[in-house]
């Protein structure tokens, strides 16, 4: 049990009785132990040492638990880690411990204390901080190295599969909607991968026309066609050693896919106008927004340059898939506007938070950004909710008085508030009564009735 000891526990109570009986129980798991007689003391503690683990009790002369651990929330991350709250609560208190947990408490405790109930919340408390800071610590690592924003599980997956993915030098085809950070995975791929110092070579399919993405890939000899007076090389073979990366591959033309298929079975080319061959040994990283597989089935990509280019597929999600990484996106935006405009770092409103983080935003994090940038530059040292545009108002919660209900029954209340919930979810999840029902958590068939029965359309207000 010695592990122990690298954990500080501090115990915020003002009964000297609760702090000794905790401390002679958690000593005994060999946890280090510190105390404090009151909310104030124990803030000061906490501003000065590294503590893994507060039990805070909630009742306290001067300032009580609950005051307490909203300063304890607010200072997290900016100083170093939160450390894990666990409330001690009286049977009076026993509504407003749950209510702590709203505010970041991972737990509480009730008096009478029980040894054991102790020791498994303490362990559990410190295991989900270890997690935390786990997760935490890979964020800043992906913010670091990539400059890519996210601590969703998703984007916390997808950044473990790059890093499986980089050193293989295996083919990789990302998918995702445009503005996804395709680009930025690609280069981060790269950028992890053994062939960091050698050539990125990106190549954006949909902007060479087709009669010219022969030679802009594999190079032309002298006088190979018009317009061709020197000799140039190609595109693959400035990435030679390095990786080509195929922006936009959905969109490149039925001869062009043949050209490119050949290089991927056999390493080699020849110039056009060229008759030697060229062999050169490239990591191939292709992206696109479009279907391929639909694209196959349909005839217009090619199967066999499909599965040789898909060998390691990953798939970016849409931003509203995972909108709890928004307000981390929003504000690393902020930061890194305000630098590249000469401001000192402006605040932003939570609500302004809060609303942006219910936008679908169908150009994704690239559209994201540039709202951002947009109201960096348009507001002053704080950026508020009137410096939102008002489209993105929509979705939010229209604020109304009750009273203005009145003259209604409980029954006639309910189902008015019930009617207008799930036509906010069903706008939310776009009328997909699949996703509104499961967040609603009904079956689809029961809210199928419902929409039936309020006469709910997309014409609805
Ligand atoms: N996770 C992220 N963190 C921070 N910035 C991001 C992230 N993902 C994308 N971006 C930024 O969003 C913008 C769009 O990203 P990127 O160009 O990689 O998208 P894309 O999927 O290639 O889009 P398109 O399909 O339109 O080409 C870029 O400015 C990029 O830096
Ligand atoms: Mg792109």
Request: a negative charge; glycine letters at 6%; one cysteine or more.
């Given at each position: 049990?010695?592990?122990?000891?690298?954990?500080?526990?501090?115990?915020?109570?003002?009964e000297?009785?609760i702090?000794?009986?905790?401390?002679?129980?958690?000593?005994?798991?060999?946890?280090?132990?510190?105390?404090?007689?009151?909310?104030?003391?124990?803030?000061?503690?906490?501003?000065?040492?590294?503590?893994?683990?507060?039990?805070?009790?909630?009742?306290?002369?001067?300032?009580?638990?609950?005051?307490?651990?909203?300063?304890?929330?607010?200072?997290?991350?900016?100083?170093r880690?939160?450390?894990?709250?666990?409330?001690?609560?009286?049977?009076?208190?026993?509504?407003?411990?749950?209510?702590?947990?709203?505010?970041?408490?991972?737990?509480?405790?009730?008096?009478?204390?029980?040894?054991?109930?102790?020791?498994?919340?303490?362990?559990?408390?410190?295991?989900?901080?270890?997690?935390?800071?786990?997760?935490?610590?890979?964020a800043?690592?992906?913010?670091?190295?990539?400059?890519m924003?996210?601590?969703?599980?998703?984007?916390?997956?997808?950044?473990?599969?790059i890093?499986?993915?980089?050193?293989?030098?295996?083919?990789?085809?990302?998918t995702?909607?445009?503005?996804?950070?395709?680009?930025?995975?690609?280069?981060?791929?790269?950028?992890?991968?053994?062939?960091?110092?050698?050539?990125?070579?990106?190549?954006?399919?949909?902007?060479?026309?087709?009669?010219?993405i022969?030679s802009?890939?594999?190079?032309h000899?002298?006088?190979?066609?018009?317009?061709?007076?020197?000799?140039?090389?190609?595109?693959?073979?400035?990435?030679?050693?390095g990786?080509?990366?195929?922006?936009?591959?959905?969109?490149?033309?039925q001869?062009a896919?043949?050209?490119?298929?050949?290089?991927?079975?056999?390493?080699?080319?020849?110039?056009?106008?060229?008759?030697?061959?060229?062999?050169?040994?490239?990591?191939?990283?292709?992206a696109?927004?479009?279907?391929?597989?639909?694209?196959?089935?349909?005839?217009?990509?090619?199967?066999?340059?499909?599965f040789?280019?898909?060998?390691?597929?990953?798939?970016?999600?849409?931003l509203?898939?995972?909108?709890?990484?928004?307000?981390?996106?929003?504000?690393?935006?902020?930061?890194?506007?305000?630098?590249?405009?000469?401001?000192?770092?402006?605040?932003?409103?939570?609500?302004?938070?809060?609303?942006?983080?219910?936008?679908?935003?169908?150009?994704?994090i690239?559209?994201?950004k540039?709202?951002v940038?947009?109201?960096?530059?348009?507001?002053s040292?704080?950026?508020?909710?009137?410096?939102?545009?008002?489209?993105?108002?929509?979705?939010?919660?229209?604020?109304?008085?009750?009273?203005?209900?009145?003259?209604?029954?409980?029954?006639?209340?309910?189902?008015?508030?019930?009617?207008?919930?799930?036509?906010?979810?069903?706008?939310?999840?776009d009328?997909?009564?699949?996703?509104?029902?499961?967040?609603?958590?009904?079956?689809?068939?029961?809210?199928?009735?419902?929409?039936?029965?309020?006469?709910l359309?997309?014409?609805?207000?």
């Open positions: 049990m010695s592990g122990n000891q690298d954990e500080t526990i501090l115990i915020i109570d003002d000297k009785n702090r000794n009986a905790l401390r002679l129980v958690l000593e005994g798991e060999n946890y280090r132990v510190i105390d404090a007689d009151c909310a104030e003391r124990g803030l000061e503690i906490l501003a000065s040492q590294r503590i893994s683990l507060v039990l805070l009790d909630l009742k306290m002369p001067g300032m009580g638990g609950m005051e307490a651990l909203k300063i304890i929330s607010e200072h997290n991350g900016t100083v880690q939160m450390p894990s709250v666990v409330v001690i609560s009286g049977q009076a208190t026993t509504t407003q411990a749950m209510e702590t947990v709203r505010y970041g408490a991972f737990d509480f405790l009730e008096k009478p204390l029980d040894r054991s109930r102790i020791l498994v919340t303490v362990q559990n408390a410190l295991d989900h901080r270890t997690l935390l800071t786990e997760r935490d610590s890979l800043a690592k992906l913010a670091e190295q990539y400059e924003i996210g601590k969703s599980t998703v984007m916390l997956d997808l950044f473990r599969q890093e499986k993915i980089a050193p293989t030098h295996g083919r990789v085809l990302i995702g909607e445009s503005g996804t950070g395709k680009e930025l995975v690609a280069r981060a791929i790269h950028k992890t991968s053994s062939l960091s110092g050698k050539p990125f070579i990106k190549v954006n399919c949909a902007a060479i026309p087709p009669e010219l022969e802009e890939l594999f190079g000899e002298k006088g190979s066609f018009t317009g061709a007076i020197n000799k140039k090389s190609g595109l693959f073979e400035q990435a030679n050693h990786t080509i990366f195929l922006d936009e591959i959905g969109d490149m033309s001869n896919q043949a050209k490119v298929l050949r290089v991927l079975q056999s390493g080699e080319f020849v110039r056009v106008g060229g008759e030697k061959s060229i062999v050169v040994e490239v990591r191939v990283i292709a696109t927004n479009r279907d391929l597989e639909a694209m196959v089935r349909e005839g217009t990509f090619r199967e066999d340059l499909y040789r280019l898909s060998v390691l597929p990953l798939v970016i999600p849409p509203r898939d995972r909108s709890e990484d928004i307000p981390c996106l929003v504000q690393g935006f902020v930061k890194g506007f305000c630098e590249t405009y000469g401001f000192r770092e402006k605040s932003i409103d939570p609500k302004v938070l809060e609303i942006l983080s219910q936008h679908k935003w169908p150009g994704n690239r559209e994201l540039n709202q940038e947009r109201m960096v530059i348009l507001s040292d704080h950026i508020g909710v009137k410096d939102l545009p008002t489209n993105y108002m929509e979705t939010h919660l229209p604020e109304f008085e009750l009273k203005a209900f009145s003259h209604l029954s409980l029954k006639q209340f309910r189902n008015e508030m019930e009617k207008e919930f799930i036509l906010m979810k069903l706008k939310q999840y009328w997909n009564i699949t996703k509104a029902a499961e967040s609603l958590q009904v079956e689809r068939t029961n809210l199928h009735k419902k929409v039936k029965s309020y006469n359309s997309r014409d609805t207000e």
